[in-house]
């Protein structure tokens, strides 16, 4: 038996686009605790606003623009796609942080506790084996390292994923949707507690190669590495690729990300720019002078995502919603590399609903060319 519903809209006009939504969300039951939403940029986002506010009223909605909608329909373009979680198996508290450009550690400290803090006023017994935290971030903001690891140290073992608005490749004007109106520069958690069975996950198709990187000249707050090994950045990245340096592209270091180790895992550092005129790159997550990387070398995409949801199912049973933001530079990869059908597939086979992220986060972690999930199961129909 489906419990969360799932729906999505091909049409270009905002109104149908959102009617279309709203009666396959909400057409049968008017008051879910919560609608997600994932929409695509070349809406007309005032217009959007407005068919959203006037046909979902006060029932609780977020969303945010894509590079990409992940819908019941596998991956699309120019789409607009979401979710409902219905009050009798969910129960939601959610808080924006607004002005992240400005963020500050205690923000985010505040925010976390103030959520856990909300939820537990009607969830005393809420845990990190009832309840998980859904994010999302302007991923314009350079401030999703921050706001990750502030807000994950306040939720205790309440595990947390999320993903980072984006707006195709334009890199211009990302926006995120909360309370009514579409902004940038704000991120919005969802505490959101649950008595079916769920995981957390994220997955890459990267292998540490043997190729190592030292940083020796970058600006974190920037997220721009100036020197690798002591030489220009695009000389030396290109050459760990094994490429020459005027064709280092977004497409050879979506394939040879720098990985680097915390808590013995690899997490990916993406690449966003490339600036062969000065010779210094623009990652998606911050990169500090004096890291030592791994250039990746890349595996199989299909193997790896159709291993992670057999892994799922195996332990949790049939899923009934997967909410999962796949990054932007792992698409791109898929798609000029024909394997974007076949991931789609997959997502489809799993209820994958979510989009094409500007980055991923797990728990305290921001990276990039990774898979982060949400899967819940089923359960029995009492929500034991």
């Known amino acids: 038996m489906t419990i969360i519903k799932k729906a ?42 407005a068919a959203l506010s006037r046909q979902f009223g006060d029932i609780p909605l977020v969303g945010c623009t894509t590079a990409g909608e992940i819908t019941p329909l596998g991956y699309r373009q120019d789409s607009i796609t979401g979710v409902a979680f219905p009050r009798a198996h969910f129960s939601i508290v959610s808080r924006a942080i607004h002005k992240i450009g400005n963020f500050k550690i205690q923000d985010g400290i505040d925010a976390g506790a103030g959520l856990v803090a909300d939820l537990k006023k009607t969830i005393p017994h809420a845990n990190g084996h009832n309840t998980f935290a859904f994010m999302l971030i302007d991923g314009l903001s350079n401030a999703e390292e921050r706001v990750a690891a502030s807000i994950g140290s306040q939720l205790g073992d309440i595990p947390l994923v999320g993903g980072s608005t984006a707006d195709d490749w334009d890199l211009e004007n990302t926006s995120l949707f909360y309370k009514g109106s579409f902004a940038r520069d704000r991120a919005v958690v969802m505490l959101i507690h649950t008595e079916l069975p769920f995981q957390v996950h994220y997955t890459h198709h990267y292998i540490a190669g043997d190729a190592r990187a030292v940083i020796t000249e970058a600006d974190p707050v920037t997220r721009i590495v100036y020197e690798i090994n002591g030489l220009p950045a695009t000389q030396e990245y290109a050459r760990l690729c094994g490429v020459a340096e005027k064709d280092l592209s977004i497409s050879t270091c979506s394939n040879h990300p720098i990985l680097m180790k915390i808590g013995g895992k690899f997490y990916s550092r993406g690449v966003v720019d490339i600036n062969h005129e000065q010779q210094n790159i623009r990652f998606a997550c911050a990169i500090g002078k004096g890291v030592v990387c791994a250039i990746a070398r890349p595996s199989d995409p299909i193997v790896n995502t159709a291993d992670l949801f057999a892994k799922i199912r195996a332990e949790i049973g049939p899923l009934d919603l997967v909410l999962g933001c796949d990054c932007a530079a792992r698409k791109m990869i898929c798609e000029e590399q024909g394997l974007l059908p076949a991931i789609s597939q997959i997502y489809m086979e799993n209820n994958v609903i979510g989009f094409a992220s500007f980055g991923e986060q797990y728990n305290t972690i921001h990276m990039n060319n990774s898979f982060c999930c949400i899967a819940i199961g089923r359960g029995e129909p009492d929500g034991g």
């Open 8 to 49: 999505v809209s091909l049409s270009p006009d905002e109104d149908d686009a959102v009617g279309e939504l709203y009666q396959q969300l909400c057409g049968t039951d008017g008051d879910p605790a919560l609608c997600v939403f994932f929409c695509s940029p070349k809406y007309d986002l005032d217009r959007l606003e």
